[in-house]
């Protein structure tokens, strides 16, 4: 059981190329999560998802898209990077909660530092 | 809006000691959950403790405990037998009842243990 792995690790980005993040969790969780990490800041949320096929935008999804074709895999895509996108990304997985008073766990990938030149 | 502020960006404390760290957060919602999460030098973000907002016993879990205040909008870490391995950043987020389970996070606090 792997958890929620994150491809790549570590990429370097020049202005205006564009990459695809991957996260995929092995654990059957249907909640899917973006975040983006700076210095001095909490997680922000980028885009996240409930199900398979859907997709929705968090606190700050400009400059991204994302795509849930399966229910493992959830993509983050950088169509022109800009530096202002060099942070460190992280995706989390959730079970979908079956009773108004759960709180079932984030758990979270080990993050994919990007720098954009 | 719902906000969360970690006021202290550092602290520091001897090993095998107590350390609190703060988390204050601002919601006008009365259903909720909060959370400290650990981040280790790896980066691998680690759940270590949550709480209820309807829950007015603290949560426990072996070393770590909260002290929650509702009405004051506290929730704060205790670390009791303060360990090499808890030098970490630490970051206390919120969760709305009813948010499709979107944590709000605060800046986090940097956890420094001295040998």
């Known amino acids: 059981n792997a958890g929620v792995t994150q491809t790549p690790k570590f990429r370097v980005l020049k202005t205006g190329q564009s990459m695809t993040l991957l996260c995929a969790q092995d654990?059957?969780?249907?909640?899917m999560y973006w975040y983006r990490q700076d210095p001095g800041m909490g997680l922000r949320l980028i885009h996240y998802?409930?199900?398979?096929?859907?997709?929705a935008k968090g606190e700050v999804p400009d400059g991204y898209n994302v795509s849930r074709l399966k229910k493992q895999n959830f993509l983050l895509g950088l169509e022109s990077a800009a530096p202002s996108q060099t942070s460190v990304y992280f995706c989390?997985?959730?079970?979908?909660?079956?009773?108004?008073?759960?709180?079932?766990?984030?758990?979270f990938g080990p993050g994919t530092r990007l720098t954009v030149l | 809006a719902q906000t969360v502020t970690q006021s202290q960006p550092e602290m520091s404390v001897q090993e095998a000691e107590t350390v609190t760290l703060s988390c204050t957060y601002d919601?006008?919602?009365?259903?909720?959950?909060l959370f400290w999460y650990k981040q280790p030098p790896s980066r691998q973000m680690i759940l270590v403790i949550r709480?209820?907002?309807?829950k007015q016993q603290n949560a426990t879990e072996n070393r770590f405990s909260v002290n929650f205040q509702k009405a004051a909008k506290s929730f704060s870490l205790k670390i009791s037998d303060s360990q090499l391995g808890d030098a970490a950043m630490y970051f206390c987020?919120?969760?709305?009842?009813?948010?499709?389970?979107?944590?709000?996070w605060g800046a986090g606090t940097k956890l420094i243990i001295k040998p």
């Open positions: 654990m059957n969780h249907e909640y």
């Open positions: 987020a919120y969760r709305s009842a009813d948010s499709n389970y979107q944590l709000i």
């Open positions: 998802s409930v199900g398979e096929g859907t997709t």
């Open positions: 989390a997985s959730q079970l979908l909660e079956v009773s108004g008073w759960s709180y079932n766990e984030q758990f």
């Open positions: 919601t006008s919602e009365s259903d909720y959950y």
């Open positions: 709480q209820e907002a309807y």
